[in-house]
């Protein structure tokens, strides 16, 4: 396989995009109301991050409970985990040309 360091930095490069959303919330709101919905904002994305991880790890809990290994339970766990991102995208990316055939 990749060694880790090329995959770390092809994980960095490809979600870069996700730091463009801050500065878009940021422009969306008046001088008086930006420190409160940025602060908002990294509330939201810690919360999210928080619970991914809780739930990365119950589930590796769970996995060990019905007797996987721990390497395999890590490796269940992260399994799904990309299968679902992959199932988020791919419902984003078809949910966007459903939303476009639908506006014409």
């Known amino acids: 396989g990749l060694p880790a360091g090329l995959l770390l930095i092809a994980y960095c490069v490809s979600s870069t995009a996700a730091s463009l959303a801050q500065?878009?919330?940021g422009q969306?709101?008046?001088k008086e109301w930006v420190g409160r919905a940025l602060s908002a904002y990294n509330l939201v994305i810690f919360i999210g991050v928080f619970v991914l991880q809780w739930g990365i790890g119950l589930m590796?809990?769970?996995l060990k409970s019905v007797g996987?290994?721990?390497v395999?339970?890590?490796q269940?766990?992260?399994g799904a985990y990309a299968m679902l991102s992959v199932l988020a995208y791919?419902?984003?990316v078809w949910g966007y040309a459903w939303?476009?055939?639908a506006s014409t």
């Open 99 to 101: 939303g476009q055939k």
């Open 72 to 74: 395999a339970a890590f």
């Open 23 to 25: 500065p878009a919330v």
């Open 68 to 70: 996987w290994s721990e």
């Open 28 to 30: 969306a709101f008046s």
């Open 90 to 92: 791919i419902h984003f």
């Open 76 to 78: 269940g766990a992260l």
């Open 60 to 62: 590796v809990d769970a």
